[in-house]
């Protein structure tokens, strides 16, 4: 059983900064291909940043430039990061973590992805 769970959600002011975190664990794997979605009511679920068994990233083109993803792990989790820098009320969305164990070749399409956490909320408002 893989375990996916988000932290670090928030309100920010725009132009401000958050760290989003993200531990997967179990099913007995150490490595997974990790992707970050957001999705606000009544809009489809938006890839914005993975990071492959590689560490290869890719990044949707509204939040190039602004967001990075990075990954770590121990011997039995995976920690991943989102740094969302010079936020905008756009980015305002519930933010969800997702995890894979085969290659997603950068992916952001999320029915690659097979495990998912329950989200976290960002709030960008002045």
């Known amino acids: 059983q893989v375990h996916v769970v988000e932290s670090g959600g928030g309100s920010v002011q725009p132009g401000g900064s958050l760290r989003l975190s993200c531990v997967a664990s179990g099913g007995g794997y150490r490595n997974f291909c990790m992707g970050w979605f957001r999705q606000v009511p009544g809009k489809a679920r938006e890839g914005i940043a993975s990071i492959d068994l590689n560490g290869r990233t890719r990044y949707a083109e509204s939040v190039q430039g602004r967001f990075t993803i990075s990954k770590g792990r121990d011997e039995n989790n995976l920690f991943l990061q989102l740094n969302m820098d010079s936020l905008q009320a756009e980015d305002s969305a519930m933010y969800f973590c997702?995890?894979?164990?085969?290659?997603?070749?950068?992916?952001?399409?999320?029915?690659?992805?097979?495990?998912w956490g329950q989200g976290t909320q960002v709030a960008v408002a002045s």
């Open positions: 997702a995890a894979e164990r085969s290659q997603c070749y950068g992916s952001l399409e999320d029915f690659v992805y097979e495990y």
